[in-house]
Each structure stands twice: as structure tokens, then as C-alpha cells.
């Protein structure tokens, strides 16, 4: 059996093996630093890849990450349901294991809403703060990119690898988004189009998302690999179940962490990195209340868990008589920045023109309802003609749209499970309009009917949790400084996509590991 | 169209089968050609099917696989040592399953299901309901039929190369045939201008859009559309 006992000394306890947590604990083992990560979730064999691969496309085994049951329970309020297992994965590597890998630099503006915009609000850091980690972290996630975008923010360096080049679907939009003018440009993808020492170029599996079998998608397991070879240990199977702290209130003294079998443990550490997510990290101080914070740890501002947005899913799609040669690669070649911030009063919008339209002849066999030549023909009348756009869509941080604790319902050790408070606002559904009207007019300049339409009324989100713990100046007003300590206990940093304060509509991925590497930096200097 | 042993491993492949481990590679992967004995020189094996088995499988293939294939026995025999040389639990639940469906074909028939005449074999599976049955590992027959005999069969056949070229593609989800197999001989982009200001006028397809107020009325509590994360 594992050994799932406390480190008897920890410069660092890292809670939370995803990408943030990960690349923290490389850096901060790398630089010498006696290194602890507590994983709620287990750690995935490599070789069973290729069978997560099969039980997702067969029907009724969707679900290759195990998510879901009492440990993984919750429960909505809001307006909207938020099917908020969808995509998140509890393991070492995080919802890395199951992401699409699209890593995107947030813009200038996203940075300064309230000031340039009247709305949301303004980070305490702005880009050219972050652009140098930025950099390091496209190299962190060996991104494969070109600087082709004109509507990205400024770079100052090529991309680890080449883009991947356009696909024949994006050859069929180029033509009407030339009539049309939008200018379209390649996608900073997290996977390898080369292969590097870390991993293989990719070799069309197709199945990106919810699983890469041959590792050329990033995932954080790369970094635990990195921090591991540097000295840390990682301890998965072991949910934290509160976090205390001193007398005084003013620093964090241990991690309580439960083990398969059953028993209980208390990790102490010098510095403490809650990295669970947008979900769980507030779940997780919420749960650690006590009396000197009964409201939950890092909240004075009365801030953990509010603030909760994400990104809109907007999409229409049709057929063509062209071949679209759909569902060879399970990612995205080609998208369209330019109306992301062009329109006043903004809402960021980037287009994306999708790799993986329609059915594919393998599932669409696995669920039809003949066999033989009836099926061929069907196979060959479906496959290949699609054509679909997606657009992710800004949404602004309410504190309405929250997550709190719902003591109703508890998981599998007895705690509240989060309740989710999520709705939409006019200004997201003229979003989410906008781009279907743009994407409508794409297809039809193609002689295209769209069949389909994914806005408003439907949509749904793109499970980037974002906003929960966050960033800020004023300790009456956000959850972490601009260094992502907390402003209660001196020892305690969140690293994550809560601590955004607005989250454009860019996903959000490279940002978490710019701040990562931010933060781990910081943390070293105060080690 | 011929199913070849390249096939065969691909979906093997596909079907998270190591084809590279020792046991199924020597087996497997050393087989020159598909169809010659690989199976039929093990028959005291109790690691792979029966004869009878085997007959039952291939003659299901024979049913669910296009007319147009040849090869299909080589080819199932091939993919089906190596899925189950890996799954021994699996291996007695195909052996089962197919043991059913035979006395179910002699019970309504008389005679083996492999006897049948293709056209008869199709009947018996759909008035078995084969057809419209949800694959389900532990459930009643048609269930059982479905997920360990016809759904295999077709993911051997649609994620392998040959199978995906019959149906569109080249490389179908599952197989790993290069991300390059997606590209368009003449691929391009749109990009309008060499030098391009994001400021400069385009035609707005969006003329007219109103990016509204920001009151909250949604009560729309359908979440489907959404994209997963990433």
C-alpha cells in the first residue's frame, strides 16, 4: 500500500495537482525547496490511455475520469444548472487530463475593464506585468503557435513550436471570411506539433478531449513529473479536508487530509498553496472556518466564493456539399480574434471554426440502429460535409453568481458539498447574439442553412471557473494581493483562475500557469 | 475493399490493446498475414474462443461488416486474439454471449448460427433486437450481443484505416494517423490584408447588434450547448 503519510518537513504543501499547483511545486522543488502535494483525486496510469480512449467513444461510457457519485456531489441554485463535472477532473494532472488545450493570452484590456470600460473591474496587475510570464509559460506547456494574430497582445518572442497548419474546413471558411473580412489566424494549442524531450508530436488520435493516448497534449502530469524528478512528493487518494491556523489567525499551520483507508492526517508546511480550482479552493477555506474566521478562512472581504463567471458557448453549424474532412484531429487550426475587442461597450468574444463538426463513422456506428451496407451508406452520407463555429463569450463577475456551502448534502467524508449560484446577464446573451449573427453570416456567405444554432437560449458554459478568490488591492474588497497571498494569513497563497478578477473570454489555462510561475517566484523569494 | 493486418493492429490499437507487449505481440504482431491459423493452431488454447466461437463471431462480422469487405475473417480473428489474449474476463463474456446467441439460432433455426445464410442471420439478430438494444456488459442477451460482439466488431472496423476510408476518412477518431491527414492540399486562411490594423473598417457582419443593459431574467436552465473546458 502507498504510503500516504505526512512529509515530517515541508518548506511547501501544495494542495491540488492540476496545472497551478503543479507547476508551482516544479519550480519551487527545482529550486531547492522541500516540496509536498496533497491530491484529492488518483493518479492515472499512462498505459491506460488508449482504453480511456475506447470506453469514450463506446456508448454509455462516456465518463473516463470517474467523475461524478458522493465524493464529487453538488448542487445548483441559480437561474441556470451548471453541470459542473463535465470537464473538471479530480487527479493527478487536474482537468488537464480531459481539456481541449487551447491557451490563449488574455488582452491589454481585459486587465483594465473599469477603467477603460465602466465594468467589472480592474486587476491589480496589467499585462506587461504578466507578459514575461506569459513567455514562460507558453514555454512551460511547450505551446505550439504563430505570431499571425493580429489582435493579440504584443509578444516578444516566437512560440516554443510551430503552429499547427490550417485544416480543409479552414480553407472552406477562409473563402467567406475573406468576402466578409474577418481576418482568420492560427490557435495557440498545448500540444505538440513537434516532438520535444517531454513528449511526441501528435498523431491524430482525435480524441483531444476527454483524452490524448499519445501525450502529445500538455497535461500538469508533465510538471508533477518535473517536481517529482526534483525531490517533491506527491500524495494522491488524499482529499484535504480543512486547513487551520495559528492562534492569532495570521498564518496557516496545517493541511488535514483524509486517506483511502480510512484514516486522517495533518500536513504541516512553512507555505501553503490551495491550487483545487475555481470550485473547490473556496470550498476548501469556506470548510476551514473557525473562530477567528467564522465566515471561512481568507474572507474578511466576504469574497471567497462569489464573483463565480465563466465563459458562454455560443455555435451554428450546417453542411456543404464540399468535403470537410471533420474529425481527424480533435482540436481547433484556425479562430478569428478581431471582434473580441472591437465594440463599445465590449464584450469579449473570440470565434473559433471547429475541427470537429458533426458525427464521426466510429461513434455514429456504435449507436445506430442498423448494421451492414444500410449503415455504410448512412456512415457516408453524414461524414464529412460538416461544417460548425463556436465562439467563447465574456461574462462579466456578479457577486450574485456564487459558490457557497450547501449543508443540506454532504460528500463521501461528510462535508457540505458546493452549491453553485449561476445565471446570465443581458449584456452576456447580446454577447452570445452577436456571435451567432457573425457566425450565421459566415455560414450563409458559404451557402450554407445553418442546422443549428447553440446562443442564449441554450447555451451553456465552457467550464473555465473563474473569479471565486479573487485578486485585489483592497483586503475589504478581494481575497488575494497582487502577489496571490491572501490578505488574512500571511502564509497562505491561492493559485488559480479564482483569483482573476474578470476572465475576457480567452480560456483561461496559459494565464493560470503565468501566474503560477508568478507566483512560485515570489514564494521562493520569501523562502 | 480488403481488410488487412494493418487494420487489424490499428484497431487493436484503437481498443487500448498494447500491441507492442510481449504476449499479444508475439501472437499478434508476428503474424505475417491475416487468416493463416493464428487462432485455428490454438486450439487448446483457453486463452482465446473455441472453433464454434470463433465461427459464430466471424459469421456476425458477416452480417454487421459492409458487403464490399474481404478479408473480414483474417481480420477478426486477428483483432479478436489480441483484445482478448489482453482480457481474460472479457474473453469468458464474448464466449458466453456467442454460446447463447448459437443456441438461440439452433433453438429458432435448428441449426448453428454460422449455418445460416446471411440474410437469415440478420433476421435472427434483429428479431432478437440486437438492433435497438442499449450495449450493456451485464444485462439480458440482445444487450450482451450488442456490447461484447456487434459494437466490437464495428469499432475494429470504423477506427481502423480501411474502415474509416470506406466511411470518409482516412484517419478516423481512435486511429493515430497523423494530424497532417486533416490538411487541405491547398490550405490557407483568410487573412484579407499583408498588414492588417485591427482598427481598419471590415464589413460588420454583425450590423445592428445591441449588446443590451445588464438586468438578470434568465430562468433558461438548459446547459447543454456548452463546450467543454480547455
Given at each position: 500500500?502507498?504510503d500516504?503519510t505526512?512529509?515530517p518537513?515541508a518548506d511547501?504543501?501544495?494542495v491540488g495537482?492540476?496545472p497551478a499547483?503543479?507547476?508551482v511545486?516544479?519550480?519551487?522543488a527545482?529550486?531547492?525547496h522541500?516540496?509536498?502535494v496533497l491530491?484529492?483525486g488518483?493518479?492515472f496510469d499512462?498505459?491506460?490511455r488508449r482504453?480511456k480512449l475506447?470506453s469514450?467513444?463506446r456508448?454509455g461510457?462516456?465518463?473516463p475520469?470517474?467523475?461524478g457519485?458522493?465524493?464529487d456531489?453538488?448542487t445548483n441554485?441559480?437561474?441556470?444548472?451548471y453541470?459542473l463535472?463535465a470537464?473538471?477532473?479530480?487527479?493527478?494532472?487536474?482537468?488537464?487530463?480531459?481539456w481541449?488545450?487551447?491557451?490563449?493570452?488574455?488582452?491589454?484590456?481585459?486587465f483594465e475593464m473599469?477603467?477603460r470600460?465602466g465594468?467589472g473591474t480592474?486587476?491589480?496587475?496589467?499585462y506587461?506585468?504578466l507578459?514575461?510570464?506569459?513567455?514562460a509559460?507558453?514555454?512551460?506547456l511547450?505551446?505550439?503557435?504563430?505570431?499571425d494574430?493580429p489582435?493579440a497582445p504584443?509578444?516578444e518572442?516566437?512560440?516554443?513550436?510551430?503552429a499547427?497548419?490550417?485544416?480543409?474546413?479552414?480553407s472552406?471558411?477562409?473563402?467567406?471570411c475573406?468576402s466578409?473580412?474577418l481576418?482568420?489566424h492560427?490557435v495557440p494549442?498545448a500540444?505538440?506539433s513537434a516532438?520535444t524531450?517531454?513528449a511526441?508530436a501528435?498523431?491524430g488520435y482525435g480524441?483531444?478531449?476527454p483524452?490524448?493516448?499519445?501525450g502529445?497534449?500538455?497535461?500538469a502530469?508533465?510538471?508533477?513529473?518535473?517536481?517529482?524528478?526534483?525531490?517533491?512528493r506527491?500524495?494522491d487518494?488524499v482529499?484535504?479536508q480543512?486547513l487551520d491556523?495559528?492562534?492569532?489567525g495570521?498564518?496557516?499551520?496545517?493541511?488535514t487530509?483524509a486517506?483511502p483507508?480510512?484514516e486522517?492526517h495533518?500536513q504541516?508546511?512553512?507555505?501553503f498553496?490551495?491550487?483545487c480550482?475555481?470550485?473547490e479552493?473556496?470550498r476548501l477555506l469556506?470548510?476551514?472556518?473557525?473562530e477567528t474566521?467564522?465566515?471561512?478562512l481568507?474572507n474578511?472581504?466576504g469574497?471567497?466564493?462569489?464573483?463565480?463567471?465563466?465563459?458562454?458557448?455560443?455555435g451554428?453549424?450546417g453542411?456543404d456539399?464540399?468535403?470537410?474532412d471533420?474529425n481527424?484531429?480533435g482540436?481547433?487550426?484556425?479562430?478569428?480574434?478581431q471582434f473580441?475587442?472591437?465594440a463599445?461597450?465590449?464584450?469579449?468574444m473570440?470565434?473559433?471554426?471547429?475541427n470537429?463538426?458533426?458525427p464521426s463513422?466510429?461513434?455514429t456506428?456504435?449507436?445506430?440502429?442498423?448494421?451492414?451496407?444500410?449503415?455504410?451508406v448512412?456512415?457516408q452520407?453524414?461524414?464529412?460535409t460538416?461544417?460548425?463555429m463556436?465562439?467563447?463569450v465574456?461574462?462579466?463577475?456578479?457577486?450574485?453568481?456564487?459558490i457557497?456551502?450547501?449543508?443540506?448534502r454532504t460528500?463521501d467524508h461528510?462535508?457540505p458539498v458546493p452549491?453553485i449560484h449561476?445565471?446570465?446577464d443581458?449584456r452576456?446573451r447580446?454577447?452570445l447574439?452577436?456571435?451567432?449573427?457573425?457566425q450565421t453570416a459566415?455560414l450563409?456567405?458559404l451557402?450554407v442553412?445553418?442546422?443549428w444554432?447553440?446562443g442564449p437560449a441554450d447555451t451553456?458554459?465552457?467550464?473555465h471557473?473563474m473569479g471565486?478568490?479573487?485578486m485585489?488591492?483592497d483586503?475589504d474588497?478581494s481575497?488575494v494581493?497582487?502577489?496571490?497571498r491572501t490578505?488574512d494569513?500571511?502564509?497562505?497563497w491561492?493559485?488559480g483562475?479564482?483569483?482573476?478578477?474578470?476572465g475576457?473570454a480567452?480560456?483561461?489555462?496559459?494565464?493560470i500557469a503565468?501566474?503560477?510561475v508568478?507566483a512560485a517566484d515570489r514564494l521562493?523569494a520569501?523562502? | 475493399?480488403k481488410?488487412?493486418r494493418?487494420?487489424?493492429?490499428?484497431?487493436?490499437s484503437?481498443?487500448?490493446v498494447?500491441?507492442?507487449?510481449?504476449?499479444v505481440?508475439?501472437?499478434?504482431a508476428?503474424s505475417?498475414?491475416?487468416g493463416?491459423d493464428?487462432?485455428?493452431s490454438?486450439?487448446d488454447?483457453?486463452?482465446t474462443l473455441?472453433?464454434?466461437?470463433?465461427q459464430?463471431?466471424?459469421?456476425?462480422?458477416e452480417v454487421v461488416?459492409?458487403?464490399?469487405?474481404d478479408?473480414?475473417?483474417g481480420f477478426?480473428e486477428?483483432?479478436t486474439?489480441?483484445?482478448?489474449?489482453?482480457d481474460?474476463?472479457r474473453r469468458q463474456s464474448?464466449?458466453t454471449t456467442l454460446?447463447?446467441?448459437?443456441?438461440?439460432?439452433?433453438?429458432w433455426?435448428s441449426?448453428a448460427?454460422?449455418?445460416?445464410?446471411?440474410?437469415t442471420r440478420?433476421e435472427?439478430?434483429?428479431?432478437?433486437?440486437?438492433?435497438?438494444a442499449?450495449?450493456?456488459?451485464e444485462?439480458?442477451l440482445?444487450?450482451?450481443?450488442?456490447?461484447?460482439?456487434?459494437?466490437d466488431?464495428l469499432?475494429?472496423l470504423y477506427?481502423?484505416p480501411?474502415?474509416?476510408?470506406l466511411?470518409?476518412?482516412?484517419?478516423p477518431?481512435g486511429?493515430?494517423?497523423?494530424y497532417?491527414?486533416?490538411l487541405?492540399?491547398?490550405?490557407q486562411?483568410?487573412?484579407?490584408?499583408?498588414?492588417r490594423?485591427?482598427?481598419?473598417?471590415?464589413r460588420?457582419?454583425?450590423a445592428?447588434?445591441?449588446?443590451?443593459g445588464t438586468?438578470?431574467?434568465?430562468r433558461t436552465?438548459?446547459a447543454?450547448?456548452?463546450e467543454?473546458?480547455?
Amino acid at each position: 500500500m502507498a504510503d500516504r503519510t505526512p512529509e515530517p518537513r515541508a518548506d511547501v504543501c501544495v494542495v491540488g495537482a492540476g496545472p497551478a499547483g503543479a507547476i508551482v511545486a516544479a519550480r519551487l522543488a527545482e529550486a531547492g525547496h522541500d516540496v509536498v502535494v496533497l491530491e484529492a483525486g488518483p493518479r492515472f496510469d499512462d498505459e491506460s490511455r488508449r482504453e480511456k480512449l475506447d470506453s469514450h467513444l463506446r456508448p454509455g461510457e462516456e465518463n473516463p475520469w470517474g467523475m461524478g457519485g458522493q465524493r464529487d456531489a453538488y448542487t445548483n441554485e441559480g437561474d441556470r444548472d451548471y453541470p459542473l463535472n463535465a470537464a473538471r477532473v479530480k487527479g493527478v494532472g487536474g482537468s488537464t487530463l480531459h481539456w481541449q488545450g487551447m491557451v490563449m493570452r488574455l488582452h491589454e484590456r481585459d486587465f483594465e475593464m473599469q477603467t477603460r470600460h465602466g465594468v467589472g473591474t480592474d486587476w491589480p496587475i496589467d499585462y506587461d506585468d504578466l507578459r514575461p510570464y506569459y513567455a514562460a509559460a507558453e514555454r512551460e506547456l511547450s505551446v505550439a503557435g504563430a505570431d499571425d494574430n493580429p489582435y493579440a497582445p504584443p509578444r516578444e518572442e516566437p512560440f516554443p513550436l510551430p503552429a499547427f497548419p490550417p485544416s480543409r474546413s479552414d480553407s472552406v471558411f477562409a473563402e467567406a471570411c475573406e468576402s466578409l473580412g474577418l481576418d482568420m489566424h492560427s490557435v495557440p494549442n498545448a500540444r505538440n506539433s513537434a516532438g520535444t524531450d517531454e513528449a511526441p508530436a501528435c498523431v491524430g488520435y482525435g480524441t483531444c478531449q476527454p483524452v490524448c493516448p499519445s501525450g502529445a497534449k500538455y497535461t500538469a502530469e508533465r510538471h508533477v513529473r518535473a517536481a517529482e524528478a526534483a525531490g517533491a512528493r506527491v500524495i494522491d487518494r488524499v482529499p484535504v479536508q480543512r486547513l487551520d491556523h495559528d492562534r492569532a489567525g495570521d498564518r496557516l499551520t496545517q493541511a488535514t487530509y483524509a486517506t483511502p483507508d480510512g484514516e486522517t492526517h495533518t500536513q504541516s508546511a512553512r507555505q501553503f498553496v490551495v491550487a483545487c480550482g475555481g470550485v473547490e479552493t473556496p470550498r476548501l477555506l469556506l470548510l476551514s472556518r473557525s473562530e477567528t474566521y467564522p465566515d471561512g478562512l481568507a474572507n474578511s472581504s466576504g469574497a471567497v466564493g462569489r464573483f463565480f463567471c465563466d465563459h458562454l458557448f455560443a455555435g451554428a453549424g450546417g453542411t456543404d456539399d464540399r468535403q470537410t474532412d471533420q474529425n481527424h484531429v480533435g482540436f481547433n487550426t484556425s479562430e478569428c480574434h478581431q471582434f473580441y475587442d472591437d465594440a463599445d461597450p465590449v464584450v469579449g468574444m473570440k470565434l473559433e471554426f471547429l475541427n470537429y463538426a458533426g458525427p464521426s463513422p466510429v461513434t455514429t456506428a456504435l449507436n445506430a440502429d442498423t448494421w451492414g451496407d444500410d449503415l455504410l451508406v448512412d456512415l457516408q452520407r453524414d461524414y464529412g460535409t460538416h461544417l460548425a463555429m463556436g465562439a467563447l463569450v465574456e461574462q462579466l463577475p456578479r457577486r450574485e453568481n456564487r459558490i457557497e456551502l450547501d449543508t443540506s448534502r454532504t460528500d463521501d467524508h461528510g462535508n457540505p458539498v458546493p452549491q453553485i449560484h449561476w445565471s446570465l446577464d443581458d449584456r452576456t446573451r447580446a454577447g452570445l447574439r452577436r456571435a451567432n449573427k457573425i457566425q450565421t453570416a459566415v455560414l450563409s456567405e458559404l451557402g450554407v442553412t445553418p442546422e443549428w444554432t447553440v446562443g442564449p437560449a441554450d447555451t451553456g458554459p465552457a467550464y473555465h471557473h473563474m473569479g471565486t478568490t479573487r485578486m485585489g488591492t483592497d483586503p475589504d474588497a478581494s481575497v488575494v494581493d497582487p502577489e496571490l497571498r491572501t490578505h488574512d494569513l500571511d502564509n497562505c497563497w491561492l493559485v488559480g483562475s479564482g483569483t482573476f478578477p474578470t476572465g475576457g473570454a480567452m480560456n483561461p489555462t496559459l494565464t493560470i500557469a503565468a501566474l503560477a510561475v508568478r507566483a512560485a517566484d515570489r514564494l521562493d523569494a520569501v523562502l | 475493399m480488403k481488410l488487412t493486418r494493418r487494420d487489424a493492429l490499428a484497431a487493436l490499437s484503437a481498443a487500448g490493446v498494447a500491441v507492442g507487449g510481449a504476449v499479444v505481440a508475439d501472437r499478434v504482431a508476428d503474424s505475417e498475414t491475416l487468416g493463416d491459423d493464428l487462432l485455428r493452431s490454438e486450439t487448446d488454447d483457453e486463452s482465446t474462443l473455441d472453433g464454434s466461437a470463433r465461427q459464430t463471431l466471424v459469421a456476425v462480422a458477416e452480417v454487421v461488416y459492409p458487403s464490399e469487405l474481404d478479408g473480414i475473417e483474417g481480420f477478426v480473428e486477428t483483432y479478436t486474439e489480441g483484445r482478448l489474449l489482453a482480457d481474460d474476463s472479457r474473453r469468458q463474456s464474448v464466449a458466453t454471449t456467442l454460446s447463447e446467441l448459437d443456441e438461440v439460432s439452433r433453438e429458432w433455426e435448428s441449426t448453428a448460427f454460422a449455418n445460416l445464410d446471411t440474410d437469415t442471420r440478420d433476421e435472427l439478430l434483429r428479431e432478437l433486437a440486437v438492433d435497438t438494444a442499449d450495449p450493456d456488459p451485464e444485462g439480458l442477451l440482445p444487450g450482451r450481443v450488442r456490447y461484447y460482439v456487434v459494437n466490437d466488431l464495428l469499432y475494429a472496423l470504423y477506427a481502423s484505416p480501411t474502415g474509416g476510408e470506406l466511411a470518409g476518412t482516412p484517419n478516423p477518431i481512435g486511429h493515430p494517423g497523423g494530424y497532417r491527414t486533416q490538411l487541405s492540399p491547398e490550405y490557407q486562411r483568410a487573412s484579407p490584408a499583408e498588414t492588417r490594423d485591427p482598427t481598419a473598417e471590415t464589413r460588420d457582419p454583425t450590423a445592428g447588434h445591441d449588446n443590451g443593459g445588464t438586468a438578470n431574467n434568465d430562468r433558461t436552465t438548459d446547459a447543454d450547448g456548452g463546450e467543454a473546458g480547455g
